[in-house]
């Protein structure tokens, strides 16, 4: 990690950059890819840490914030931490049959169907049966373009994205409005007062003790942005529709000091609910496409006129604005339209980074942004709303200087715990954000998704 990467990301938080000397750096041979991932990755996770502990020494009354450790082994083991995650020994599966790349007739197309839903809308826009055979699909779309394809399949709700070169995406209506946008957006609404936190004691530092955050996001990277809040000790509720279930393994690596509720903001009653969690929270974290929500109210700009003095960050993968602003995404998704499949691949296939970093990397961004909006009402008010979007940290990534070369390989057993849960005996990988007298693990693993009760601790 550079220190021009890490003061590049801490002043788009609208941190001194002074205090980025506070870090230090523990460099180990890690994350090695043709793309700068390794400093990326170190950036965002140093920002984070370093937002933590600048909360924890306003909170706890110290005379300089506490020194921050990046060490390239924790980084590295928690960018991959659903490929370290074992329950009862049991290796989970993290892409499923259809979710892969296929070659296409003038190209190459890449699909998302983990989810039941996304599978069955894939098929649906393809005309395939629900028992087709890989084969067979493989079959029929190396007969069509994987334009025609992306379109087809997004044209009904499911996820296909062509393989694109960086030159191309830069062409790309899409690619073009990301181009023209910050790593992320921060914005003050209003004149809200100034948040009051209660002082700081004991061991260890919880920044984020008594924020109270309600998590409405789903798959990687909210979900490690909320895991890391609730490592610094906020009160963390996800709440997710029953319509839609969470895949069990995504939720045991992603639910690590969270409570897990079910509402159906279609039903009155879960509606009542929901709004009073809502006048109960401090932090709205949101992970779905833009638009999703907009009927029920949840907007960032609905949100902070309904509940002044909130933070309210908002996550999506293509970002809130251009001719993709609507579309689902997914970090493999976003890997293959913006040029970093073809960059990570070979004349004869598509390749993809040595994790999804996009998510994991923008999940830490996203805790540094609400870590970094709490501090800012500590002192100056203000409802805050905070931007961010798979694609602005894919076009900060294409556009980083080729990586340092890597000084050798480490292994993940330091990095790696074990406990016992509700969902069985879990291997996990411990959080890489840390800082002198901060956290070393969270305080409670995960349990069943969705068996929570819908109100704050």
């Given at each position: ?40 990755a170190h950036a965002c ?268 960050a908002q996550l999506s ?141």
């Amino acid at each position: 990690m550079t220190a021009e990467d890490t003061t590049f990301v801490w002043s788009a938080l609208g941190g001194d950059p002074a205090l980025v000397r506070r870090i230090e750096h523990v460099e180990r041979g890690v994350l090695q890819a043709r793309l700068p991932v390794r400093e990326l990755a170190h950036a965002c996770v140093g920002a984070c840490a370093l937002a933590g502990a600048e909360l924890a020494a306003r909170r706890a009354g110290l005379p300089e914030v506490p020194e921050v450790r990046v060490d390239d082994g924790a980084v590295a083991t928690a960018f991959v931490s659903e490929r370290h995650l074992l329950v009862d020994g049991r290796a989970p599966v993290n892409f499923a049959p259809l979710s892969r790349f296929w070659r296409t007739a003038d190209g190459w197309v890449r699909t998302h169907a983990n989810y039941p839903h996304h599978r069955a809308r894939l098929l649906s826009a393809l005309g395939l049966p629900e028992d087709v055979s890989v084969d067979a699909v493989a079959g029929h779309l190396a007969e069509r373009s994987a334009v025609d394809v992306e379109d087809t399949v997004y044209a009904v709700g499911g996820l296909a994205v062509a393989l694109r070169s960086a030159k191309e995406w830069a062409a790309h209506e899409q690619g073009a409005a990301v181009a023209r946008r910050p790593l992320l957006s921060r914005e003050r609404s209003d004149d809200a007062p100034v948040r009051a936190l209660a002082p700081l004691s004991g061991d260890p530092l919880l920044p984020a003790a008594g924020v109270r955050v309600l998590d409405l996001t789903r798959v990687i990277a909210g979900p490690v942005a909320t895991r890391t809040l609730a490592l610094l000790g906020a009160d963390v509720l996800r709440v997710d529709s029953p319509r839609l279930p969470e895949l069990p393994d995504q939720h045991a690596d992603t639910g690590f000091g969270k409570r897990s509720a079910c509402l159906d903001l279609d039903r009155a009653t879960d509606r009542r609910a929901f709004e009073e969690l809502l006048a109960g929270a401090d932090v709205v974290v949101t992970g779905y496409r833009p638009g999703a929500l907009d009927r029920f109210g949840l907007t960032p700009r609905a949100l902070a006129e309904r509940r002044p003095g909130l933070v309210v960050a908002q996550l999506s993968a293509w970002g809130g604005y251009g001719p993709w602003a609507g579309r689902r995404g997914f970090d493999s998704m976003v890997q293959v339209a913006t040029g970093i499949a073809e960059t990570e691949g070979s004349a004869e296939r598509p390749g993809a980074l040595p994790a999804q970093a996009l998510d994991h990397g923008t999940g830490y961004l996203l805790a540094a942004a609400v870590l970094r909006s709490l501090t800012e009402q500590t002192e100056e008010g203000g409802t805050r709303i905070v931007r961010l979007a798979l694609a602005q940290t894919a076009a900060w990534l294409v556009g980083g200087p080729a990586p340092e070369p890597s000084l050798g390989s480490y292994e993940p057993g330091p990095w790696l715990a074990e406990t016992d849960s509700g969902l069985g005996r879990l291997r996990y990988a411990r959080s890489p954000v840390s800082f002198a007298g901060g956290p070393g693990d969270w305080a409670r693993p995960p349990g069943v998704w969705g068996t929570d009760p819908a109100r704050w601790s």
